[in-house]
């Protein structure tokens, strides 16, 4: 596999708190990469480093090999890195999904076929719409970017376990479509689901990186991820 995305000795701050402390990782083409860690270990910051809402202290980023540790969030976006927010607030798909005449027009094929009742949801206000709903928004929007990577945050967190069993279907046909994802997650046996490798993170530092059965009959891993 050849290297797609990474993350290089980064550190990241929120005001005044050091958050990420030295964060290694990367994402390989075609690969499934999940994040996990408990609330507030910097899953969370990590994406919002990845995707250039939050600027880095110290460390590099770089995609295809070119650094765009610097680089503004659009252009990140433009260059095909899709962020899909935990909470994606109130918006309006219609808005994110229109053709160039910006009349609402049909929804990528891609995305109709991972949700097809997207399609249903153009005419409604975010604030309308369910959990699992906006979740699909959320993706949905970030896919309708044509990436080549995403970052979902947290996209399992809150769904009842059939729906989460949707979205990890989901999951497994984006990355049939070539696109590699990175993705934040609480639970490590939801994301050992999904994952082809994966790293833990605790208090802002990597403490394990490798195959998610590994992390399963880990016993320090398990505890501190599930606090």
Known sequence: ???????????????????????????????????????????????????????????????????????????????????????????????????DKGDGGAVDERIAALFPEIEQLLPRRGLNLSGGQKKMVAISRAMALAPSILLLDEPFEGLAPVVVSRFIDAARKIKGMGISLLIAESNVTNAARVADRLYAI?????????????????EEVMKTIRG
Not at 76 to 91: K, T
Not at 204 to 215: L, N
């Open 1 to 99: 596999m050849s290297l797609l995305f990474e993350l290089a000795a980064v550190n990241t701050y929120r005001g005044a708190a050091h958050v990420l402390r030295a964060v290694s990782l990367a994402v390989n083409e075609g690969e499934t990469v999940c994040l996990v860690g408990r609330n507030g270990a910097g899953k969370t910051t990590t994406l919002e480093t990845a995707i250039g809402l939050l600027s880095v202290r110290s460390g590099t980023i770089r995609l295809r090999g070119q650094e765009i540790t610097r680089m503004p969030t659009h252009d990140r976006a433009r260059r095909g890195i899709g962020y899909a927010p935990e909470d994606c607030g109130n918006l309006q798909i219609g808005r994110w999904l229109a053709t």
């Open 202 to 218: 605790d208090r802002g530092e990597i403490i394990f990186a490798g195959d998610p059965r590994r992390a399963l009959d880990n």
